[in-house]
């Protein structure tokens, strides 16, 4: 069983940057693929970034340019750097893992998840 454990959220001006992390318990990240989701007040999980075992990167449009996903195999580790915030960023963001190579949009391909962090970004 896989744990996660997600930090980094907090409260930020609209304009400034939030650094996002996931660390894993007990398992390495190298045989998952891993993925960023949010979830805002009154509104489905959506997805935001996902990184394939093999590193290959994809956003969803309304965080392309502003976010960036990364992995640290050696300290079981996922990042979001997130730049640029806006109120509409604020949500709860979860991380995600999938036992595979490839890494999928739609939340129904994961099968581990952390418990969140809230991300709120102010006007």
């Known amino acids: 069983q896989v744990q996660f454990v997600e930090s980094g959220g907090g409260l930020v001006q609209a304009g400034g940057s939030l650094r996002l992390s996931c660390a894993a318990s007990?398992?390495?990240?190298?045989?998952?693929?891993m993925a960023w989701f949010r979830q805002a007040p009154g509104k489905e999980r959506e997805f935001v970034s996902t990184?394939?075992?093999?590193?290959?990167?994809d956003y969803a449009d309304s965080v392309k340019g502003r976010f960036t996903i990364s992995k640290d195999n050696a300290k079981i580790a996922l990042y979001l750097q997130m730049n640029s915030l806006k109120p509409e960023d604020t949500a709860v963001y979860y991380c995600?893992?999938?036992?595979?190579?490839?890494?999928?949009?739609?939340?129904?391909?994961?099968?581990?998840w952390g418990q969140g962090t809230q991300v709120t970004v102010s006007a």
């Open positions: 995600a893992a999938r036992s595979g190579s490839n890494a999928y949009r739609p939340r129904q391909f994961y099968d581990y």
């Open positions: 007990g398992r390495t990240f190298s045989n998952y693929a």
């Open positions: 990184i394939s075992r093999s590193g290959t990167t």
